[in-house]
């Protein structure tokens, strides 16, 4: 009875495919296009400068294709603070009135899709790691209040217009990804939820994050599996955010995890999605027919702040 699932996943990108090598020569990147190639990075997606986060967020529930009428939570997570709100900075200077700056997009949300009991939650301070951090959210709240519902997990970021793409030698695609979190025994069981923060490192430099990133990384898949009791020859797949591809070849030999289960296929045409790379990967990872009832997944995610988060999921057999 106290077993909490995740199904539908769903996320949108960006309208405009560009290519590194486009991107750079547009100033929007410092590295070079090979070196952001051998990093295995090919193409990303931007937002038309009309596009806000919010089109993101509607447009990932649109093509979820979930029976939203039992949702009795969202928890709604951004990475940027621009995007935690929707309203208008000219209207406050305008008017100096600060509700101009709380105009909140899960509000509207829940008024768009008829979520009209459901409660919601903003989350907005764990950079990338937002989407791992609402799934913990919402297991405990329906262990709490079981009589809620579903949850609706759900990110959307957008960088501002003529922002720089690279944060940490990754390229960086506008986009929105979410799930419903329940205890319909559907999708995948969720076993585990860990985080880290260090304050400490708020202000570190690209060279300190990419620095701190494996000791980090490691220490959290490694609490995380003790939290599961688990090991990791008992985890089948690991699905990680969308960073160099050489980062993962040296942490999957630090876990002693074969590079083959480390899963993620996406980033060549997708790159770094924030917060939604675990669920675009977890996603692409069902597709592919690879996964199968039984397997256990890690999903892990770092971001400024510094945040780590670790989740571990368990397929569900067919009902």
Known sequence: MNDVYLDHLAYALGERRCSVDETVAAGRASSTPSALREAGFVNHHVCAEQTTAYDLAKRTIETMGADLGRVGAIIYATCLPLNASIGSEQRFRETHDVKHLMDFPASHLQADFGLDGALVIGLSQQACTGMLGSLRLARALLHAEP?????????????????????????????????????????????????????????????????????????????????????????????????????????????????????????????????????????????????????????????????????????????
């Open 147 to 319: 009589e809620v519902g579903d949850v609706l997990c759900l990110t959307a970021d957008r960088f501002p217009h003529g922002a720089h793409y690279e944060q940490a030698y990754n390229v960086i695609s506008d986009g929105a990804a979410a799930c419903v979190v329940s205890r319909v025994p559907r999708g995948f069981r969720l076993i585990a939820c860990h985080s880290i923060t260090n304050g400490a490192l708020a202000h570190a430099s690209d060279d300190e994050t990419v620095g701190s990133y494996f000791t980090y990384t490691r220490r959290v898949i490694e609490e995380t599996l003790q939290k599961a009791r688990l090991r990791i020859p008992d985890i089948t797949w690991i699905v990680p955010q969308n960073v160099n591809v050489k980062a993962w070849q040296i942490l999957a030999r630090l876990l002693g995890v074969e590079p083959c289960r480390v899963y993620c296929e996406s980033i060549a045409d997708v790159a770094h999605v924030i917060s939604g790379d675990n669920v675009i990967n977890l996603r692409r990872l069902c597709d592919s027919g690879q996964i199968q009832p039984g397997h256990r997944v890690l999903l892990c995610m770092a971001g400024y702040g510094l945040n780590w988060q670790c989740v571990i999921l368990e397929k569900a057999r067919e009902q």
